[in-house]
Each structure stands twice: as C-alpha cells, then as structure tokens.
C-alpha cells in the first residue's frame, strides 16, 4: 500500500541520514561481488571498511570487526567509482559552437554544476575537463566550490580551454570576417603565443594543458585529417606546460599528429581516430596514455544535431570499424587506454557516457579491462592512483554499486544504486538496503 512505501522511504532516508554522518565512524560495506580495480576477477565474500573517509581495509566477511555499522548492498556488485577522462560540463547545447556565445560563463557555471551533480549520482566520481566552451574559467570555480564543500560534485581536474592555432579545430569557422567572435577555444599562433596561453591557463587554475594538434570531427571549416601545430609549437608547447609541471593531452585525429604529439611528450591521446601501427609502438614506447572517446560519435551519427554532422557520419559510418580494430591492436600492445566519454553536457542525460564502456569491449577489451580504463588506468592517467581508482586500504572511499554483475552485462554500469565519494553516501536506491548497527 502507498502508506507502507512512504513510511519505508522516510525509514530508509533516516539510515541513510545516520550513516552519512558517522564522518569518523567505522563501517562495512557488504555486496555480493567486489571489483577492486586490480584483480583480474571480481571478489566474493568481501567488506569493505570505511573510516574517515577512507577505505581502512577489505575483509572477508567473516572478519567485519563486531562493533561496526554493516551496510547491506544485497544483489549489487561494488566497484571503485568510474573516471571519466574527457568531458565537456560546459557544453549545453548539441550545437556547441553556436551555444558558447549565447550564455554567460556564470550561467554556465550553474549549469555545469547541475551537470556535475548528475553526474556525480550517475556513478562518476572523477571527471577530467579537456577544455570547455566557456570564454572565461567556470569550471575551475566550480572546482573550487566542490572542494571547499560548498556543493557535492565529482573530483575534478582538467584544462580551462582546448588550445587552438586560427582556423583550427577550436576557432569558428562559419562567421564572416566583419565579426570579431572569440572562439570558443583559446587561439594562439606560433611558439610565443603558445607559450603565453598555456600561462594564462595555468594562472586561473589549469591542472592540464588541452591541445589541438589536428582538426576535428564536430567542428566547421576544419579538416581533422590536418595537422594543425607545427613541430614547432607543439615542442614549445609541452616544454611550456612540462617547465610548470603541467601534464599535456592532445587532441590528434591524423596520424601524423597523433605521433609527432606522442614523440612531442603528450600524456595522453584524445580520439586518435586514425592512428596507425607506429602510433600504437610509439605510445608503448613513451608510456602514452590513450583516451579513443568512441561513443561521442554513435550518439551523434545520423542525428542532424550537429553544424557539422556530415563530418563526423563519414567517419563513424564509413571507417568505425576500422578504427575500433586499431584499438583493438592498441590494446592487445600494451597501450594503457582509459575511458572519456566527450558527450555528457547539460544537454546528454549522464547515464549515456557509460556506454563507452561497451564500445571498449565492442573494440576487443575485456569487460574487466574495460571496467579497469574506466577506473584505475584512469587514476593512473590523472597521477591520483595514489589516492582514487581502486579499492584499496589508504584510498579515498570513492566507491560505486550496480544491480547484479556488470562483467556480464556492461550496461549495468549506466545505472549505479549506490554512490559514495570521499566517504559520503550520494544516492542509495536500492529497495532491499538495510544498515545494522551493532
């Protein structure tokens, strides 16, 4: 009877209120499998201890001390919160290009945040920014609010803006030359401007250095086959950033930029849509990480939302598979690859960016290496393996569910029934949950 669900959602908001405040109490975290981020399969009879916002040991179950609060997550799989590697929180309409100018960057703050926090809920506790479309910093105060606890949203790091050469994959093609329209990039030519950019970056609070080094798929009057820097500008550019210890991310669709970028000393590829067998020894050989982005492109094929759309279908209808056998090959070399899913702005409901997970394995992962891209090679990528990733003690308690077993069925993991982050308890959706006191 609707009485009885009433009563048992208000019992249930009353423990979840109890738990969420034990900030320096111990508890247990029970499930029926455990994905730590590590093993090659996932663990059964396990618990997982939180204190202090850490994870202070996994046990089995029969070792949960006596005096501790036991969270029952029955039918769930628990794994480490997901990271996504490249996104746009920015990005509000389908038609970025035209939407950059239509809004202010505090109206694009406050979307973005709504955009996060659903983010957030939908499992991702990690999110890496590559640039946004926004002409000043909106989502490093939108860091800055998250990490002062004025807001709940994800873990975040990343680049204010995607730096581009003029007429390059960032700049805007498509107005005539009477308007002076800033870019929806930051445009800088030649070594100097390049140089001064990436301060600029870094002076509003750029943990990560997003370059253009070829055209784009999504973006007008470019050609993604192009190499956009120069050898020239792409050195000065990762000695600039590398001078401040600020890692690299390039933005290479040809191949020729994908590796000039890689011997350049990029961390990581975004797309590399056409990277050939040297890329793939090349990254091997620099340690390079690899972030494909492949589901951006189904999600958009044949939509009609895109100023570009023609562009981007002649790829992905004509040389997807291809690609996805590079991957593949990648993959099977060696090449650390993580997820980004380069889609959920305001405008993508969250849930959608896992299912770059199934595209992962569409391209030859397995599911648990597909599930470890989107999780610890990830923490790897960002340097914060040390504290995000995996389900070790000392880590921060960054910890997700999923109904039943996502090894089996992927797309579990677009519907999380349990979020934690630091400890803290973000959503908990499932009917059966029960946390026993002692």
């Known amino acids: 009877m609707p009485i009885f669900d009433t009563l048992r959602s208000m019992m249930i908001a009353v423990v979840l209120i109890f738990v969420s405040s034990l900030d320096a109490a111990e508890y247990a975290l029970i499930a029926d499998n455990l994905i730590d981020g590590r093993s090659n399969q996932s663990l059964k009879n396990k618990a997982v201890l939180i204190k202090d916002h850490k994870i202070s040991a996994v046990v089995n179950v029969n070792d949960i001390p006596k005096k501790i609060t036991k969270i029952n997550l029955a039918g769930t799989t628990l794994m480490p919160g997901m990271i996504n590697a490249h996104e746009h929180p920015l990005l509000y309409k389908n038609d970025y290009q035209n939407g950059h100018l239509q809004a202010s960057s505090a109206y ?28 000043y910093y909106a989502n490093q105060d939108i860091r800055k609010v998250i990490d002062n606890d004025i807001f709940l949203g994800p873990r975040l790091t990343g680049a204010g803006h995607y730096i581009s050469i003029t007429g390059g994959g960032g700049d805007i093609n498509f107005m005539s030359p009477e308007q002076p329209v800033i870019a929806d ?75 000039q970028a890689i011997i350049a000393g990029a961390r990581s590829i975004e797309h590399g ?17 690899y972030v494909p982005t492949i589901y951006v492109g189904d999600y958009y094929a044949n939509s009609g939302k895109l100023l570009a759309q023609s562009k981007n279908d002649d790829f992905y209808l004509s040389f997807r598979d291809d690609w996805l056998k590079m991957i593949g090959k990648a993959y099977r070399a060696g090449v650390k690859i993580a997820v980004g899913s380069d889609l959920c702005g305001y405008a993508v409901e969250p849930h959608v960016c896992a299912r770059e997970f199934a595209t992962l394995i569409e391209a030859g992962l397995t599911p648990m290496d597909a599930i470890k891209a989107g999780t610890i090679v990830g ?40 979020v934690m982050k630091n400890g803290k308890i973000i959503i908990n959706k499932l009917d059966n949950y029960s946390a026993l006191t002692p």
Do not use: C
């Open 108 to 135: 694009k703050a406050l979307i973005g945040l709504s955009t996060l926090q659903g983010l957030l809920e939908a499992g991702w506790t990690t999110i890496r920014v590559m640039g946004d479309g926004d002409v």
């Open 185 to 259: 990039g930051l445009i800088a030519d030649g070594p100097d401007e390049i140089r001064k950019a990436i301060r600029q970056e870094i002076k509003y609070g750029s943990d990560w250095i997003k370059i253009m080094v070829t055209g784009a798929f999504m973006s007008v009057g470019d050609n993604p086959k192009n190499v956009a820097f120069s050898p020239e500008e792409l050195s000065a550019a990762i000695e600039e950033a590398s001078r401040h210890n600020i890692p690299v991310a390039a933005h290479a669709h040809a191949t020729e930029g994908v590796n």
């Open 273 to 289: 849509s056409y990277l050939d067998e040297r890329s793939i020894d090349l990254m091997v050989d620099h340690g390079t990480f």
């Open 379 to 418: 923490a790897e990528l960002l340097q914060w393996d040390d504290k995000v990733g995996s389900i070790e003690a000392g880590k921060l308690a960054d910890i997700i569910a999923v109904k039943g077993d996502p090894l089996a069925d992927i797309s579990k993991l677009e519907r999380p029934v349990f």
